[in-house]
Structures are given as structure tokens and as C-alpha cells.
T-cell receptor
């Protein structure tokens, strides 16, 4: 199986600064790592993902890094805005998972102060 | 306009009863899933279906039974409900099970009294 640890659980940042969330995984067979954003009372929405053939991916103020040797991946939100306040979940999926099972981290609550 | 419809949005049930959570997706996807989100726990994978066939089951209890009457439907029947079953249940879908993006429905928040 897979286990994903996510830190920190709460992240308070000043508007305009950057926010970083770190996740580690255990199963070296995992090769797909999505990040989801969930606002209160809403469904989780994919914001960015990275596959194991990449080390870095960037889109619209989001950067994800993947270190396969360390089994670690991270999300960096640059120039945070109040709209970035939400729960963020990392996840990992195993290459040999027949059912596309995603194992999620426990989530990080990001609070952006104006 | 939601493409994954879950009904009902809120559900209150008494211990020992049985409920069915409805999920329909209009994304043309071939794979559907159920996840559970409880307080202070990560989103937890329950089931995956591909072309109406069970692909993976990580739910220990047989009280949870998915039902797929059509390719774009995956309902979840829960019998003998317990207070510990209280959670938000999310249905999701993807094009297929080869690690494509998962799209989640709005969830059904179940409270068992």
C-alpha cells in the first residue's frame, strides 16, 4: 500500500508571500502526484499534478517539485492572494494500482492574511 | 452546471438503517470512484469501477456496496448504519483508470444519529 504524510497542517501567510506544503510517500512504485484544493463545503478540485518522469512543473502561480530519491514532493504557491485560502491535499498513486487508487495526505489549511 | 451529480447533498439517518447515495456523471468517463472524508482524516479511497466492473475495494466492511446500473452511475448502498459512518462521501470519475485526473462531485454529507 501507500501512506502519504503532509505538513504543515496549518499555514498562515501574508498576502503576496509564498506558501509551501510538503508531502512524503512510502511506496517507490508511486508515480503520479496530484494536488487538490478544497474550499469550505465544496468538492476537491485538481490544481496541478506531476508524474514521476518530471522533477518540476509550474502553472499559474503554482510550482510542484518531485524528489523521487527522497520520496518527497511539494507545492509552492507564489504571490499568495486571499482566494488561495483553502484546504490543500497532496496525493500519490501507484503505478500498479489497477483501480487508480489515490492515497491522500491529511491536508493543509492555508490562511492568507490581507 | 455540475457534471457529477450527487444526491442528496445532506442525509440524516438513524443507527441501524439503510441508505443509498446516488452518483451520476455526465463527463463521458469510464471510471468512477467513491471516497470518504471524515473529520481529521484524509480523503479515503473506498471503491473504483471501470466500465461498471469493480477494480479495487479498500472498504473492510461489506455494509458498503456500490451499485452500477449504467456506465455513468455508481450508487453507494450502506446498510446497518453506525454513527462512525458519519462523513462526507465523494463520488469521483476519470476518463479511465490509468491515472487520469479525478473529478469529484459535491459530496453527500451523511450524519448517523
Amino acid at each position: 500500500g501507500e501512506q502519504v504524510e503532509q505538513l504543515p497542517s496549518i499555514l498562515r501567510v501574508q498576502e503576496g508571500s509564498s506558501a509551501s506544503i510538503n508531502c512524503t510517500y512510502e511506496n517507490s512504485a508511486s508515480n503520479y502526484f496530484p494536488w487538490y484544493k478544497q474550499e469550505p463545503g465544496e468538492n476537491p478540485k485538481l490544481i496541478i499534478d506531476i508524474r514521476s518522469n518530471m522533477e518540476r512543473k509550474q502553472t499559474q502561480g503554482l510550482i510542484v517539485l518531485l524528489d523521487k530519491k527522497a520520496k518527497r514532493f511539494s507545492l509552492h504557491i507564489t504571490d499568495t492572494q486571499p482566494g488561495d485560502s483553502a484546504m490543500y491535499f497532496c496525493a500519490a498513486s501507484e503505478a500498479n494500482s489497477a483501480g487508480n487508487k489515490l492515497t491522500f495526505g491529511i491536508g493543509t489549511r492555508v490562511l492568507v492574511r490581507p | 452546471d455540475p457534471k457529477i451529480i450527487q444526491k442528496p447533498k445532506y442525509l440524516v439517518a438513524v443507527t441501524g438503517s439503510e441508505k443509498i447515495l446516488i452518483c451520476e456523471q455526465y463527463l463521458g468517463h469510464n471510471a468512477m470512484y467513491w471516497y470518504r472524508q471524515s473529520a481529521k482524516k484524509p480523503l479515503e479511497f473506498m471503491f473504483s469501477y471501470s466500465y461498471q466492473k469493480l477494480m479495487d475495494n479498500q472498504t473492510a466492511s461489506s455494509r458498503f456496496q456500490p451499485q452500477s446500473s449504467k456506465k455513468n452511475h455508481l450508487d453507494l448502498q450502506i446498510t446497518a448504519l453506525k454513527p462512525d459512518d458519519s462523513a462526507t462521501y465523494f463520488c469521483a470519475s476519470s476518463q479511465d483508470t490509468s491515472q487520469n485526473t479525478l473529478y469529484f462531485g459535491a459530496g453527500t454529507r451523511l450524519s448517523v444519529l
